[in-house]
């Protein structure tokens, strides 16, 4: 690792001045730094005065190389205002470095011998910042896959800000690198880090590891424990837990329920066990923050346990296209049925907006307050994939005209459907640019 010393000039873009050294890691040193040439035509484009640059090492070790072009790969692809802005870069010269915002008030793991534990409503903010964070980089197809308190700036107004893409990999796309040994087990940090990261069995990383991050960190704020030096608190699969962390309520009896069912549901250490992506869980959050409580379980969730494998058996049977007959026919692949029956809404404006339906037999009429704008009955259609893929509400009512049978997918779930199964990808996204190009206007369904 190289350290430069104070007085240090870097220069890209534009030339800047090290002042002192703010931090340093496994992957590289944070400096604070002023930008010497943020004065002059076009200020509204050059850096601020004060600047973070994260100094990765030598350009010629193709280590460090590798890992900056990662981080700048990730954060050039993500604009969000709870992540760093990236200001300039230098991949040449005798260091490789990036230039972003600064945050003079540091990091949590700085703050947490100041402020210590957090409070209620600090637990919630951190929760939704960090969501939001991960939401638009997941969004871009960037899994962070190392969220701690350390990678957790204070924005200076009681917000937070995601640190640190500099492990960041494509979402779902680290089954191959995983296999070829270019992404090592255990990567991350150790409590902090989901189960699957340090499982050697593990093929591929997905959206729900980040959750766990949240999640482990939310809980080492609120009960101010910092889970890297407690490891005694992790809890085991093997030891018939079902969590990974000890229920929120028996650290910290003052927790509320609706703060206890979201930091314990990022906290199951099966994967499938935890919300679909970081915009499903915001969803909950913002329900909770506008008095609308967590609710019961989804009515998807309650359908799924309303039908019998012969039923489900029976169904495929009847289907027409080899593919899904083959694709449903997988095992495990039965727990995506739901039945829907006639008059039933199959999801709602602002409802289910993170889940999307594959229509596998019946007819499905897509209204919009009270007029029927379309009829789906196609084997196959995807309903709803934009919606889950970017977050945006759901504009339409979905409505059962008749029995109808659906596969549900979650925005991980539909993920790792699309991933494992390319064909049916690519007729996902035929399907969809042809409505968009040609339907009727309901591409915000």
């Known amino acids: 690792m190289i350290a430069l010393d104070a007085g240090t000039i870097l220069e890209a873009q534009y030339r800047y001045r090290l002042v002192r050294r703010l931090g340093h890691g496994s992957f590289g040193s944070v ?15 050059r850096p601020p005065r004060d600047v973070a640059i994260k100094v990765l090492g030598s350009t010629e070790q193709p280590e460090a190389l590798t890992t900056m072009k990662r981080e700048l790969a ?9 992540i760093p802005t990236l200001y300039d870069y230098s991949l040449e010269g005798e ?26 409503d600090q637990t919630w903010r951190l929760i939704s910042d960090l969501l939001s964070a991960l939401a638009a980089a997941h969004r871009a197809s960037v899994l962070h896959l190392d969220v701690k308190p350390s990678n ?21 796309m680290s089954k191959g690198l995983l296999l070829q040994g270019q992404i090592p087990i255990g990567l ?41 030096q407690r490891k005694d608190v992790l809890r085991r699969a093997e030891d018939g837990c079902i969590y ?41 959050v913002r329900a909770v923050a506008a008095g609308y409580g967590m609710g019961s379980a ?27 007959a083959s694709i449903c026919r997988a095992p495990g692949f039965d727990r995506y049925f739901a039945r829907y029956d006639e008059g039933e809404i199959i999801a709602g404006p602002g409802d289910q907006s993170h889940h999307t339906h594959l229509l596998l037999s019946g007819r499905i009429l897509i209204e919009r307050r009270g007029e029927v704008l379309d009829v789906e009955k196609e084997e196959g259609a995807f309903l709803g994939a934009i919606c889950t893929l970017t977050g945006a509400e759901r504009k339409v009512t979905l409505r059962a005209d008749g029995t109808v049978w659906v ?33 009727p206007k309901r591409h915000s369904d």
Do not use: K
């Open 188 to 228: 991350g940090t150790h409590g902090y880090r989901a189960p699957e990261q340090a499982d050697p069995r593990t093929r591929a990383f997905d959206l729900r590891t980040d959750l766990w991050g949240v999640g482990a960190t939310a809980w080492a704020a609120f009960t101010g424990i910092d889970l890297n």
């Open 407 to 439: 596969c549900v997918f979650n925005e991980a779930e539909l993920e790792q459907f699309a991933t494992c199964n390319p064909s049916v990808a690519v007729r996902m996204l035929r399907g969809m640019a042809s409505r968009i190009a040609s339907g």
């Open 31 to 45: 400096y604070q730094a002023q930008c010497l040439d943020n004065d002059g035509p076009g200020e509204d484009e």
């Open 244 to 284: 990974g962390l000890q229920v929120l309520s028996d650290v910290h009896l003052a927790c509320p329920p609706p703060l206890e069912e979201v930091v314990m549901g990022l906290l199951f250490l099966d994967p499938a066990r935890r919300p679909g992506g970081a915009a499903e869980v915001l969803t909950r």
């Open 152 to 172: 957790v700036l204070l924005d200076g107004h009681g917000g937070f800000v995601l640190t640190d893409f500099g492990v960041a990999h494509s979402s779902l």
């Open 95 to 120: 260091v490789a470095f990036v230039v972003m915002a600064y945050y003079p008030a540091g990091s949590l793991a700085d703050a947490w011998p100041l402020i210590g534990r957090l409070d209620v």
């Open 298 to 324: 989804p009515a998807v969730a309650a359908t799924r346990g309303e039908v019998s494998a012969d039923e489900i058996q029976a169904m495929i049977d009847t289907l027409v296209d080899p593919l899904w």
């Open 74 to 82: 990730a954060m050039r692809r993500i604009r969000h205002s709870r």
